[in-house]
């Protein structure tokens, strides 16, 4: 709808510009840093455009000071991490979601409840017990113990138990008619029938991880069993003074975050539009 | 006639149903029984004791020794006003400007997608190559002296971003302001367009003018999401921990953005004084789960239907 505006169009457009500039500047800037030598990147003022492909970044980046290359090692764990967590996610939660939607069993809506009263429970407030739970698994530094206490969260339960409840109970029915054994309904019916839910649940997923700090800064302990957001702090606040080596570390680190954002930005906006659908 | 009638008669192929269903139900019980019920539990019990990780001495019960120590700490009130001046220090600013921006983009006509993706994309990185980026703005030869001076026209000023207790405060929320601006323009104008045009038009046919339309339609029907983004960006201030960890690990000072994670994980890792941090723990919990009843009690009884 159009009438006549209370701010005039011009300024409008100035501010949604501006804001553009502001938003996308700092990825310019770290992109085009990525390119330069340590000495274009602190001129003032900045060129935005480099000079050529200053190639040393990468080359330090990926290598590390210690000659090491223990970031690719860390993209590796990252991915393993990421990539587990999203498929754990995705299966514990359209199980338990289908169960809390579609079964009508006593204690439901209590366990239902249960699960949701978690999503109060902020990760900051148990880091320390879980690290101690973890420990006395003796998964710590561990592959196990990276994984296991993010398996599957409360929202993602919310989430899959929201999406199967307006799922047709028809179909479940004939299968059942069809002799179909109930774990055969959810990996036949339920799992395949749910792909803009699932897509958008691993993607939270596999964000959350790919961005996790706390966890691994408590449990990984090697340099070998390091995540990438672990590497960019040492990598940051040992060579503080090598801005281009320290942007290509940062490129490097977000290219798999864009290569998703862009092949499947419309799951990325379902995942914050989520909140904003009130009957939920 | 039978005294109690069965409230619901079961076929026994439905019980048998029921029993896949609550097998199904079963891992995810399991798992947060585990990983969720009992840590929190557990740091509650914690917090009444004297206990450090690595220790052998068996810890000694101090009822609430911790809370008491804590209450009176100046480094503990430093970081309940550390994270206090950051939540409250971004997440209005994150409200009013990502409100604006949502309502702006839906009065213009072109380039509403790629907007939205624009505003977007800094929320696609992690947080510590975001705070990575900004740490090198901030340098002193940086551009955010350089936009900041042609800004105001100050040329050459060093407005000492990382060195001056207030700026590096500032510098945090900016990090966090910028990384999540566009999530949240996203929340609002999905919420903007779930408000039916019809209204519009009738406000219009009405004489009312878009100001109006603004204050009288958009903002009441809005009001849901409103609460619902100040109290999800509010919480997630009271979290905030990687910009910080990685500027102090990089050289900004401590003291002024020691938020109350950071706190947590230098009691509890560092100095290994579990007892405190758990207590510092349950602390943080409490402040959450305040704000987050504060929501449910202000939201409940505006359920809003067209």
Not at chain 2, 110 to 117: D, H, T, V
Request: glycine share 4%; with cysteine; hydrophobic share 55%.
């Amino acid at each position: 709808m159009k009438v006549q505006t209370a701010i005039p169009a011009v300024l409008m457009r100035i501010i949604l510009l501006i804001a553009v500039v502001f938003v996308l500047a700092p990825l310019v800037f770290m992109l085009t840093a990525s390119l330069m030598p340590a000495s274009d990147i602190v001129k003032m003022p900045y060129r935005w455009i480099p000079q050529g492909i200053h190639t040393a970044n990468f080359v330090k980046a990926i290598a590390g000071n210690d000659g090491q290359f223990m970031f690719i090692r860390n993209i590796i764990n990252s991915l393993i991490v990421a990539v587990t967590v999203s498929i754990t996610t995705v299966l514990i939660s359209s199980l338990t979601g289908y169960s809390l939607s579609k079964f009508s069993y006593r204690g439901r809506d209590v366990l239902f409840l249960l699960i949701m009263a978690t999503m109060m429970i902020p990760f900051e407030a148990i880091m320390i017990p879980l690290y101690m739970v973890v420990t006395k698994m003796g998964i710590q530094n561990s592959y196990p113990g990276l994984i296991i206490p993010f398996m599957v969260n409360a929202f993602g339960v919310f989430m899959m138990r929201q999406y199967l409840i307006t799922f047709p109970d028809e179909f479940i029915d004939a299968a059942r008619v069809d002799g179909m054994s109930e774990f055969a309904i959810y990996r036949k019916i339920i799992l395949p029938n749910s792909g803009p839910a699932i897509a958008t649940l691993a993607i939270l997923a596999f964000r959350a991880q790919w961005d996790n700090l706390l966890w691994p800064l408590l449990v990984a302990q090697t340099e070998k069993m390091k995540t990438i957001p672990l590497y960019v702090v040492k990598f940051t606040a040992e060579m503080h003074t090598d801005e281009g080596a320290m942007m290509a570390v940062a490129l490097i680190a977000s290219i798999p975050m864009f290569i998703l954002f862009f092949s499947l930005s419309k799951y990325f906006v379902s995942g914050a539009a989520v909140y904003s659908s009130r009957k939920g | 006639m039978p005294r109690t009638m069965p409230r619901r008669l079961k076929s026994p192929l439905k019980k048998h149903q029921d029993r896949w269903g609550r097998l199904f139900v079963l891992p995810a019980i399991l798992f947060f029984s585990v990983f969720n019920f009992y840590p929190i539990i557990n740091a509650f019990v914690t917090s009444l004791f004297r206990k450090k990780i690595l220790s052998l001495k068996p810890p000694t019960f101090i009822g609430l020794e911790n809370y008491r120590y804590l209450l009176t700490s100046a480094d503990f009130w430093n970081s309940i006003r550390a994270t206090a001046v950051f939540t409250v220090g971004t997440f209005i600013p994150l409200l009013l400007v990502s409100l604006l921006l949502a309502v702006l983009i839906n009065e213009v006509k072109w380039g509403k997608k790629f907007l939205q993706m624009a505003y977007y994309s800094p929320a696609v990185l992690s947080s510590v190559v975001a705070a990575a980026i900004w740490l090198l703005i901030f340098d002193p030869r940086g551009l955010a002296n350089q936009w900041v001076n042609f800004v105001m026209n100050t040329p050459g000023v060093d407005h000492n971003w990382f060195a001056n207790a207030i700026m590096v405060q500032f510098a945090t929320m900016l990090v966090y302001f910028w990384k999540y601006v566009g999530y949240f323009v996203i929340i609002f104008t999905a919420g903007i367009a779930s408000i039916p045009g019809t209204l519009y038009e009738a406000a219009r046919i009405d004489g009312s003018n878009s100001r109006q339309a603004f204050w009288r339609i958009t903002l009441p029907l809005l009001k849901p999401t409103v609460v619902l983004v100040s109290v999800m960006s509010m919480l997630q201030c009271l979290k905030t921990f990687s910009t910080q960890y990685l500027f102090t690990q990089s050289g900004a000072p401590q003291g002024p953005i020691n938020v109350i994670t950071m706190n947590i994980y230098h009691t509890g890792i560092r100095d290994q004084r579990i007892g405190r941090a758990s207590a510092m723990s349950i602390i943080l919990f409490a402040i959450m789960l305040f704000f987050t009843w504060l929501q449910f009690s202000t939201t409940k009884s505006e359920e809003v239907t067209y």
